[in-house]
């Protein structure tokens, strides 16, 4: 499917709540599958750009994930949506998934350069500034998003790192298993917000979800 989310645009009072949930869940679906079949095949890279891969990919993630987590966190106003947040955040602190990250990148030699973290500043940048709405819907359904990405690309960064002579995987191991459960508990509370703090009209509810779209489609292509 297109990898824009601008139409057609969903009418919450056109549908049942529980309608409404599994369309907003297969957009999402749609939209991660379309990203993964995107991904070209590792073998038929060079090794400069297998590791331009991992290296952009840990220039976003080491220093942002907490902080996309923890700004998510602040936007949220249910209390029943919080303590999905704060157990995410709290594995990626005492796991410290920081250095899980700089270990697998650092293994595969490709810690980010200058260059790799500014190839993605711009729309690293346009994240930030999204996040800094504090907009509980919205930023939540970008975190279900991501989570629900990573998961399905911890196979192809596992293989491009495996090409560029590593055998650290601790970093692609965890998060292929932990952020399935990650993306199912943050789409629930993705729709106890909704209920609890219906968005604006108006409001894009996709808006972090093509930014972030944007974002993974800079990581993988450069
Ligand atoms: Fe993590």
Known sequence: MSSTFAAPPIHEESLGAS?????????????????????PNPEQLTGEQRRGIIARYTAV???NFIYWMTATFLAVKSQEAHPILLENLYEECRDSHPAMMRSFALAAHAFPTDKDALAVDRNLTAMRLFLGKLEGVPSLLSMAFFE???????APLAKLAELQGSTEMVYTDVHGVCDVRHSQELFRGVFLEMKRYPVDEGTDIFEGVNLLSTLVRNIVQG
């Open 61 to 63: 993630l080491e220093g």
């Open 148 to 154: 629900g990405w990573i998961q399905k690309f911890m």
């Open 19 to 39: 309608t409404l949930e599994a369309s907003i869940e297969e957009k999402i679906a749609a939209t991660i599958d379309d990203l993964i079949a995107q991904i």
